[in-house]
């Protein structure tokens, strides 16, 4: 060794392989799942800060390259504040009900087929994602797979994974498709590297996304699992009836329609089990039968579809409020009771269910009797008694122990039934509706910011950042809402995957990789090593994040294909697809985070669904990218 000290060889690597260990580490911890995902991320957080503190990564100057600073900044990243700002602002429009009309669109278009909708929505998720930042094409579309699901009696867990990954394909064909793509083609300008203009890798990017929309819409949906959150599944997969009942004003559609069968073409998902017409009361079969100004229809629905009905028209089910025998008013000011919250005060309006208690007060009387609006605030919409079929109307029944009763209220007012002794409250049930009185702002601020990033007058996180802030002023949401909007799992995930980056960066260890790759395929032809290639950087674009995976990468693909004289362009587009090829974590990329909650998947969903896709890709490219660049 000519007098070397074995440890000079060894300690400027020694960070490096603490780097690689802690990153193995926390993917089996990930993958374990012994601990919540943001209590992992944030244990590798402080994990890097202990390891360069100790053992600092010092620059020519001595400074630590790896200091609390740097390692924190990915907490700062413009992306990480971008993707929680886009998270409040798809909750503004969730909560002002913006998205179910394109989820009803998709369903029309769809013609009620299961295969076609579903189709359908990830068609359009796909194309939009080509021009726009899939993070809010994603957004956007949750709420819709999350209503087909619904619609189809499927669990969003089939779904939610097959989003993520069709908006990702579809931001490989176009340059602005994705940000990972910008930061490729900005890192060969700084080369001295021809640019890609906006469609030079549209074709290959064509060819992989549709193979790849192929397995995602075929295959991944059958490698997922069944899971459902149990709130979810007790809202919604339980289908049973409330009796509720609706008054024909004279201004209602229903004016002068038969319901033959006992169904309104206007009221599709509802059973009209009486008609009350002044002291008549109408039965089925409803031969006959016109609805006239002033009927009252007792209907049995579904939870579901009462709190549809109601987002739609807030006066349809509030018979309580109204004198007996008389139609509803439209001026919701004098249905307004005094002395507490109004129930059409819609900015925190929640739908609950509570059950009579035993020993109630409530038993033997009806609503009316009790007084139970004026008692708690909150509005009755409907009753639910499995011992028999009700034919009354639902201000006419006398209450029994063990009646459900559909509520809504301010969230205060619902809490608050916790310690009425008449009723037990399922804390589980409440669920907040949406304020469609607020669609118009939300949609007016949703387009601006969009608007004004795709046009380029602004940057992406300042348009963002202040289009949450106007959700909140503009009352679309509160600053409660807003809070409970951002994930802490999303925050603390994309922060610790930025450090590793950074620390995989700095201790030299993508870089290693790399050039190791190069020396092992010493004499390969040009094909098998842009192949190879593009699966190291798949590989690792799901350990660190896709950007980071476009910065490391670039540079080194562009030395290997001068160093093989052949086109650089064809090994940057390497880069451009491979990095965007994080579907087997969550770490990677974004929308996989931003779809793990409303999924209710594990860390291993992922790998589960997405290896397969990742070798797909892997073996499209290789035998169509090499072919398209003359190779």
């Not at 295969?115 to 819709?144: C, K, M, Q, Y």
């Not at 009927?295 to 004198?323: F, I």
């Not at 950087?537 to 660190?544: K, M, Q, R, Y």
């Not at 090994?571 to 990095?579: I, L, N, R, S």
Request: net charge neutral.
């Amino acid at each position: 060794m000519g007098g070397v000290d074995p440890l000079d060889l060894l300690e400027p690597n020694f960070q490096m392989w603490l780097t690689y260990a802690l990153i193995l580490g926390a993917l089996a911890l990930y993958a374990l799942e012994r601990a919540p995902m943001e209590v992992i991320s944030i244990g590798v957080v402080c994990s890097l800060l202990i390891l360069f503190h100790l053992f600092p990564v010092a620059d020519a100057s001595g400074v630590n390259r790896l200091d609390a600073a740097r390692l924190l900044q990915g907490f700062a990243n413009p992306a990480l504040v971008t993707v929680l700002a886009l998270l409040v602002m798809g909750q503004g429009m969730v909560r002002a009900g913006v998205l179910d009309v394109v989820a009803k669109g998709v369903l029309k278009l769809g013609g009620g087929r299961q295969w076609l909708s579903i189709g359908l929505a990830l068609i359009v998720a796909t194309a939009v994602s080509a021009f726009l930042n899939n993070i809010p094409v994603v957004i956007i579309f949750i709420p819709i797979m999350q209503g087909l699901a619904n619609r189809f009696g499927d669990s969003p867990s089939k779904l939610m994974i097959p989003l993520s990954y069709a908006a990702v394909l579809g931001g490989m064909t176009t340059l602005v498709g994705s940000s990972t793509n910008l930061l490729v083609n900005s890192a060969m300008i700084e080369l001295e590297v021809p640019p890609f203009s906006f469609f030079d890798f549209s074709i290959p990017g064509v060819v992989m996304a549709l193979c790849g929309f192929a397995y995602v819409f075929l295959v991944a949906p059958r490698l997922l699992p069944d899971r459902a959150s149990l709130t979810d599944s007790l809202l919604d997969g339980s289908g049973k009836q409330f009796i509720a009942q609706l008054t024909v004003t004279a201004q209602s559609p229903l004016v002068g329609k038969g319901a033959p069968g006992g169904l309104f073409a206007s009221l599709p998902d509802m059973t009209i089990r009486m008609v009350q017409r002044g002291e008549e009361a109408i039965l089925p079969p409803f031969e006959g039968f016109a609805a006239r100004p002033g009927d009252v229809l007792v209907v049995a629905a579904t939870r579901k579809t009462l709190t549809e009905t109601l987002a739609r028209d807030a006066s349809l089910l509030h018979p309580d409020l109204q004198p007996q025998g008389r139609p509803a008013k439209t001026d919701s000011k004098a249905r307004a009771p005094t002395g507490g919250s109004s129930p059409w005060d819609e900015s925190s309006q929640v739908v609950a269910e509570v059950m009579v208690a035993p020993a109630s007060r409530l038993q033997g009387q009806t609503l009316r009797q009790v007084g139970f609006h004026h008692q708690t605030h909150c509005v009755v919409l409907g009753i639910q008694r499995r011992s028999r079929m009700i034919r009354t109307r639902m201000t006419d029944i006398r209450l029994e122990a063990g009646d459900v009763l559909l509520v809504q209220g301010r969230a205060a007012d619902v809490n608050a039934l916790k310690v009425n002794r008449d009723v037990v409250l399922m804390e589980w049930s409440a669920e907040e509706l949406p304020a469609l009185i607020h669609a118009r702002p939300a949609i007016v601020i949703f387009i601006a910011v969009i608007g004004l990033a795709a046009a380029g007058l602004m940057p992406l996180v300042v348009a963002t950042l202040s289009g949450a802030v106007a959700m909140v002023a503009m009352g679309v949401l509160t600053v409660g809402q807003a809070t409970r909007a951002v994930d802490t799992r999303i925050l603390a995930t994309i922060g610790a995957a930025l450090a590793l980056g950074v620390a995989l960066q700095e201790t030299g260890g993508a870089q290693f990789i790399a050039q190791g790759l190069v020396g092992l395929l010493e004499g390969a032809g040009p094909a098998v090593v842009l192949s190879l290639f593009f699966l190291l950087v798949a590989g690792l674009s799901n350990v660190i994040s896709t950007k980071t995976a476009a910065v490391l990468f670039t540079p080194i693909a562009i030395d290997i294909a001068q160093a093989m004289g052949v086109e650089p362009q064809a090994f940057a587009v390497a880069v451009v697809f491979a990095a965007n090829c994080s579907f087997a974590s969550p770490l990677g990329y974004q929308t996989n985070l931003l779809v793990l909650g409303p999924g209710h998947y594990r860390f291993l969903d992922f790998a589960r669904a997405g290896i397969p896709l990742i070798v797909l890709m892997w073996i499209v490219f290789t035998l169509f990218v090499p072919w398209w660049y003359g190779f």
